[in-house]
T-cell receptor, first 112, second 115 residues
Framework: QKEVEQDPGPLSVPEGAIVSLNCTYSNSAFQYFMWYRQYSRKGPELLMYTYSSGNKEDGRFTAQVDKSSKYISLFIRDSQPSDSATYLCAMSDQTGANNLFFGTGTRLTVIP | DAGITQSPRHKVTETGTPVTLRCHQTENHRYMYWYRQDPGHGLRLIHYSYGVKDTDKGEVSDGYSVSRSKTEDFLLTLESATSSQTSVYFC??????????????FGPGTRLLVL
């Protein structure tokens, strides 16, 4: 079983829709949770970073962590065609930068 | 791309030849990483460095070596390239302040094709 599971999609939504992207994990020691966005043929770029449980909002993006269920989510409101990308979740269990575990990514297409 | 460049950006090589990829950063961050990204596997850590001349293995280090002689440069060498090493290679950096978790910032990637 992988440490981090992520539905690869692809996911297609109409412009303006609310998008929900999710990851599950098995290691209860994970405390740091990240979402990266990766455009085609580009490197991943950090989108959201949260510590422990709870919600974090940044513009149209909300990251949610439910440690009791070992489940994290990224919500995108009022989705735009420019949001079309692959979204990677990542998480870590300690203050050690070599311990970052990635999901395989979900490919999202927002249709105008 | 957070002050990170990778070279070359694309490379085609033949099985059995040595290949060196370069990562250069202008952020003066302590930690540097090499990942490979393959369909169905996501990002997998090859090697990382926590300082000049300080390196360690990651999840998929077999067939790869690294060197870091300066803070700003981290080299990845494929000793004898194989077709299974065809992949997209990403360099990442992290400040990793003492006592705190910092995330990683990625370069633009190098597409390597081994024929």
């Amino acid at each position: 079983q992988k440490e981090v599971e992520q539905d690869p999609g692809p996911l297609s939504v109409p412009e303006g829709a609310i998008v929900s992207l999710n990851c599950t994990y098995s290691n209860s020691a994970f405390q740091y949770f990240m979402w990266y966005r990766q455009y085609s043929r580009k490197g991943p770029e950090l989108l959201m970073y949260t510590y422990s449980s709870g919600n974090k909002e940044d513009g149209r993006f909300t990251a949610q962590v439910d440690k009791s269920s070992k489940y994290i989510s990224l919500f995108i409101r009022d989705s735009q065609p420019s949001d079309s990308a692959t979204y990677l979740c990542a998480m870590s269990d300690q203050t050690g930068a070599n311990n970052l575990f990635f999901g395989t990514g979900t490919r999202l297409t927002v249709i105008p | 791309d957070a002050g990170i460049t990778q070279s070359p950006r694309h490379k085609v090589t033949e099985t059995g030849t040595p290949v060196t990829l370069r990562c250069h950063q202008t952020e003066n961050h302590r930690y540097m990483y090499w990942y490979r990204q393959d369909p169905g596997h996501g990002l997998r850590l090859i090697h990382y460095s926590y300082g000049v001349k300080d390196t360690d293995k990651g999840e998929v280090s077999d067939g790869y070596s690294v060197s870091r002689s300066k803070t700003e440069d981290f080299l990845l060498t494929l000793e004898s390239a194989t077709s299974s090493q065809t992949s997209v290679y990403f360099c990442a950096i992290s400040p990793l302040l003492a006592g705190g978790q910092e995330t990683q910032y990625f370069g633009p990637g190098t597409r390597l094709l081994v024929l």
